[in-house]
């Protein structure tokens, strides 16, 4: 157990909706990141947050935004959704802005139908 | 683009035996991580290795760096049939203004046969 909590663990919804991803970091991490895992494009960094502000930018998609919270937790959220976007998607969170161990979370697995 | 790319990309061996994988990237790093993941679950970090360093051990892994070539090797020894699963290498290429983010290989599976 990394200590890294996502929610929810499974979430099926039909294309053109909007979900809510959620995560919690590790106790005393600063930093959160989004990562997406999908069969063809692999293990893609999404964004990452350092106390409540955003630091990195990958390969996000418009439709897609993310914030962090005072309290740490973040959330992704999705909208106008297509099958490609059928993925899993990982919270990750490290205790500065970097170099340092990233801890993952268990993963939300996102099916579009 | 992929930054680091998992060699071989699968890899089957018997349970004792020695598995090595190997990892090679593009451009300067500030550590490479290893992860390793069963099945669709999460991943788990296994060791971080910084550009300075050139060796580290885990228990029965082993990683080493050479930056000069690029290139990173996971050995894992005596494996065992829970060894099971993909492992990526990921590399930190933050700009260091507090910006940072992982980049993944494609990952070696690695079947450890009872």
């Known amino acids: 157990d990394s200590g890294v909590t996502q929610t929810p663990k499974h979430l099926i919804t039909a294309t053109g909706q909007r979900v809510t991803l959620r995560c919690s970091p590790r106790s005393g991490d600063l930093s959160v990141y989004w990562y997406q895992q999908s069969l063809d494009q692999g293990l893609q960094f999404l964004i990452q947050?350092?106390?409540?502000?955003?630091?990195a930018k990958g390969n996000i998609l418009e439709r897609f935004s993310a914030q962090q919270f005072p309290d740490l937790h973040s959330e992704l959220n999705l909208s106008s959704l297509e099958l490609g976007d059928s993925a899993l998607y990982f919270c990750a969170s490290s205790l500065y802005g970097g170099n340092n161990e990233q801890f993952f979370g268990p993963g939300t697995r996102l099916t579009v139908l | 683009s992929q930054q680091g790319e998992e060699d071989p990309q699968a890899l089957s061996i018997q349970e004792g035996e020695n598995a090595t994988m190997n990892c090679s990237y593009k451009t300067s790093i500030n550590n490479l991580q290893w992860y390793r993941q069963n099945s669709g679950r999460g991943l788990v970090h296994l060791i971080l290795i910084r550009s300075n360093e050139r060796e580290k051990h885990s228990g029965r892994l082993r990683v080493t760096l050479d930056t000069s070539k690029k290139s990173s090797s996971l050995l894992i020894t005596a494996s065992r049939a829970a060894d099971t699963a993909s492992y990526f290498c990921a590399t930190d290429v933050g700009s260091g203004a507090g910006s940072y983010q992982l980049t993944f290989g494609k990952g070696t599976k690695l079947s450890v046969i009872p």
């Open positions: 947050y350092y106390n409540g502000e955003e630091r």
